[in-house]
């Protein structure tokens, strides 16, 4: 599912329109980033926990040629699933 289909099945769910739906969709991702900035983290319950990490810096190489390359240290998110969306998807098929 697509933040698209997000949007569409919350105006159809709450009889919204999807200007307002997607208000709501950014206006929940603006929640995460800003939970993210102010304390490093965000947990939404039954979902999971987002965190800020640092990644070290580290020697790379470029596949094209093999050339070896700094890469410079940065922050990046992690996710850990809650165990209620583990719960959700033990029985999902992989393709």
């Known amino acids: 599912m697509n933040k698209a289909e997000i949007i569409n099945q919350i105006a159809v769910d709450h009889d919204l329109t999807k200007v ?3 208000e709501v ?3 929940l991702f603006g929640f995460v980033g800003a939970g993210l900035k102010k ?3 965000f947990s939404f ?3 999971g926990t987002f965190t800020v990490a640092e990644r070290a810096a580290r020697t790379g190489r470029n596949p094209m040629t093999g050339e070896k390359l700094k890469i410079k240290a ?3 998110v992690r996710f850990k699933a809650a ?3 583990k719960l959700q ?3 999902v ?3």
Do not use: F, I
Request: glycine share 4%.
């Open 20 to 22: 307002k739906a997607k």
């Open 25 to 27: 969709v950014e206006q």
């Open 39 to 41: 304390e490093g983290r």
């Open 45 to 47: 319950p039954d979902l």
């Open 74 to 76: 940065s922050k990046t």
């Open 83 to 85: 165990p209620a969306l």
């Open 89 to 91: 998807v033990a029985k």
């Open 93 to 95: 098929k992989v393709k």
